[in-house]
């Protein structure tokens, strides 16, 4: 069987290198920098003792995102949104998809009533900017859910799943895990999928930007970014080393959540 090879030497179903470096900023309760191929970003988690008026007397928390480039993130300079007045609809896009993403790695209501915002800047851009920052952001998050824990400010620590995302698409008529600039700039079709550790999908973004995709496309697009998804959640969970007590404050959220659940029932 002969093998396609990418420009950059990838098998079709072959991941970039990918790496996490943990703790990185020393102010922020969660940093991770993010190392995807050639993508390179930052991704904080803040603390904040107060959440939105519409959760305020609930009781539950909240996690909300931001997103933004450096101006020299790609080959050429962008202006910095903050001058032109506005968040741009590309952007906003993405930190909403990061901000539903990231809701769903936690149980909201065991948080208490904090925000815990997420920050994903982009030092370098080489596609999979959004992907990159999901899955990087999830570590600081969990980071940031350790240091409430280890402050005795959380009970447990209410993680319900790791999650991670990424890029599919078809180049020439071949199906593609991870896609980098060059590829996803020609791509016929573009997709980015979130899933979590129960293997099932958060979320589902698939465009046909140069021509449309069967059902059995669709279906081999899933395949791909399960195997993609599957070994980011190793290298994510890698790059936590929990500890047996957080593994079982961990289990303990589980628990409360269970109860909780029985509680409302």
Same mark, same amino acid.
């Given at each position: 069987?002969?093998?396609?090879l990418r420009g950059d030497g990838?098998?079709?179903?072959?991941?970039?290198?990918?790496?996490?470096?943990?703790?990185?900023?020393?102010?922020?309760?969660?940093?991770?920098?993010?190392?995807?191929?050639? !993508?390179?970003?930052?991704?904080?988690?803040?603390?904040?003792?107060?959440?939105?008026?519409?959760?305020?007397? !609930?009781?539950?928390?909240?996690?909300?995102?931001?997103?933004?480039?450096?101006?020299?993130?790609?080959?050429? #300079? !962008?202006? #910095?949104? /903050?001058?032109?007045?506005?968040?741009?609809?590309?952007?906003?896009?993405?930190?909403?998809?990061?901000?539903? /993403?990231? #809701?769903?790695?936690?149980?909201?209501?065991?948080?208490?009533?904090?925000?815990?915002?997420?920050? @994903?800047?982009?030092?370098?851009?080489?596609?999979?900017?959004?992907?990159?920052?999901?899955?990087?952001?999830?570590?600081?998050?969990?980071?940031?859910? #350790?240091?409430?824990?280890?402050?005795?400010?959380?009970? @447990?620590?209410?993680?319900?799943?790791?999650?991670?995302?990424?890029?599919?698409?078809?180049?020439?008529?071949?199906?593609?895990?991870?896609?980098?600039?060059?590829?996803d700039s020609r791509a016929e079709?573009?997709?980015?999928?979130?899933?979590?550790?129960?293997?099932?999908?958060?979320?589902?973004?698939? !465009?046909?930007?140069? /021509?449309?995709? /069967?059902?059995?496309?669709?279906?081999?697009?899933?395949?791909?970014?399960?195997?993609?998804?599957?070994?980011?959640?190793?290298?994510?969970?890698?790059?936590?080393?929990?500890?047996?007590?957080?593994?079982?404050?961990?289990?303990?959220?589980?628990?409360?959540?269970?109860?909780?659940?029985?509680?409302?029932?």
């Open positions: 069987m002969t093998v396609i990838r098998r079709p179903d072959e991941l970039r290198p990918l790496s996490f470096r943990r703790g990185v900023n020393r102010y922020a309760e969660g940093s991770v920098l993010v190392f995807w191929g050639e !993508t390179q970003l930052l991704c904080t988690a803040s603390v904040e003792e107060k959440v939105p008026l519409f959760l305020r007397g !609930t009781g539950q928390g909240w996690v909300t995102a931001e997103y933004s480039m450096l101006p020299r993130a790609t080959q050429s #300079r !962008t202006v #910095r949104e /903050s001058v032109r007045g506005r968040v741009g609809g590309r952007s906003q896009e993405i930190q909403r998809l990061i901000g539903r /993403s990231l #809701r769903s790695a936690l149980f909201l209501p065991l948080l208490g009533e904090r925000t815990i915002w997420i920050d @994903c800047d982009v030092l370098q851009a080489d596609g999979g900017t959004r992907t990159a920052a999901i899955s990087g952001a999830t570590l600081a998050l969990v980071d940031a859910l #350790r240091y409430l824990w280890r402050e005795e400010r959380l009970p @447990c620590i209410p993680l319900r799943s790791l999650i991670s995302a990424v890029s599919v698409g078809k180049v020439g008529g071949v199906s593609l895990l991870d896609l980098c600039y060059e590829e079709v573009d997709a980015n999928l979130v899933g979590d550790e129960q293997e099932d999908f958060i979320e589902v973004q698939a !465009t046909g930007e140069r /021509s449309t995709f /069967s059902r059995k496309e669709l279906e081999g697009f899933l395949h791909l970014a399960s195997l993609g998804l599957d070994r980011i959640r190793q290298l994510q969970k890698a790059s936590l080393d929990l500890s047996p007590e957080e593994e079982e404050a961990i289990a303990e959220g589980h628990r409360c959540f269970g109860q909780y659940q029985q509680g409302q029932a």
